[in-house]
Nanobody, 115 residues
């Protein structure tokens, strides 16, 4: 069982930056990632990172503006977001895989980007 707790969301002006954190309990030698869901839209993958951090993936919408990292000693996943746009406004969810499926989810943290 894995429990995930996100933090770091908030209100920021367009062009600004935010860093989201996700602290995990339980097994953490797994792929972890971030998803987001904007009002009226489906949840979408932002990116994922492997246990060793050698593997990363970013969605085209955030590529070049976001950086995933993790500190396994602290059991924490990070999402650094720069040059934020109003369309980045969403609830951001931390997730972890089990047997290749995104099975564990955090409660979500709101990110609002004002224009």
């Amino acid at each position: 069982q894995v429990q995930l707790v996100e933090s770091g969301g908030g209100l920021v002006q367009a062009g600004g930056s935010l860093r989201l954190s996700c602290t995990a309990s339980g097994r953490t030698d797994i792929y972890m990632g971030w998803f987001r869901q904007a009002p009226g839209k489906e949840r979408e993958l932002v990116g994922w990172i492997s246990w060793s951090s050698t593997g990363r993936y970013y969605a085209d919408a955030v590529k070049g503006r976001c950086t995933l990292s993790r500190d396994n000693a602290k059991r924490t996943l990070y999402l650094e977001m720069n040059t934020l746009k109003p369309e980045d406004t969403a609830v951001y969810y931390c997730a972890a895989q089990r047997n290749g499926r995104w099975e564990y989810w955090g409660q979500g943290t709101q990110v609002t980007v004002s224009s």
